[in-house]
């Protein structure tokens, strides 16, 4: 084999070797939260995610979000809003179906 194929199965072995060391059960880090990014060398960064965010500092851990992010406005198109939207859509069409029940029962009697 050339020098590449050898550089190339070497690489590969790490990268088993990196994977089993990852799922290992005793692995200390698989009882505990990772940050998981992918790295610039292609393994999953191993580094605790900051309190409250799934990633690390370096992986975007201290970029804003939510309500602090520079470009929210007014929360209209959160989840929690778009539910509560849905919600009022729906029981609008229920009373609605509910009053020409009754007009119709009315008119038939």
Same mark, same amino acid.
């Given at each position: 084999?050339?020098?590449r194929a050898k550089k190339r199965v070497?690489?590969?072995c790490k990268e088993v070797e990196n994977l089993r060391e990852l799922h290992d *059960?005793?692995?200390?880090?698989? +009882?505990?939260h990772i940050c998981g990014a992918k790295t610039r060398q292609g393994?999953?960064?191993r580094k605790p995610p900051l309190n409250g965010r799934t990633r690390c500092r370096l992986h975007g851990a201290l970029s804003p979000s939510d309500k602090e992010h520079y470009?929210? *406005?007014?929360?209209?198109?959160? +989840?929690?809003?778009?539910l509560e939207?849905?919600?009022?859509?729906?029981?609008?069409?229920?009373?609605k179906a509910l009053i020409d029940l009754e007009n119709e029962i009315i008119r038939n009697s």
């Open positions: 084999m050339d020098t070497e690489r590969a *059960k005793n692995n200390p880090l698989n +009882k505990s393994n999953p960064c470009n929210f *406005k007014s929360g209209k198109f959160t +989840k929690e809003a778009f939207r849905k919600k009022q859509n729906l029981s609008y069409i229920f009373f």
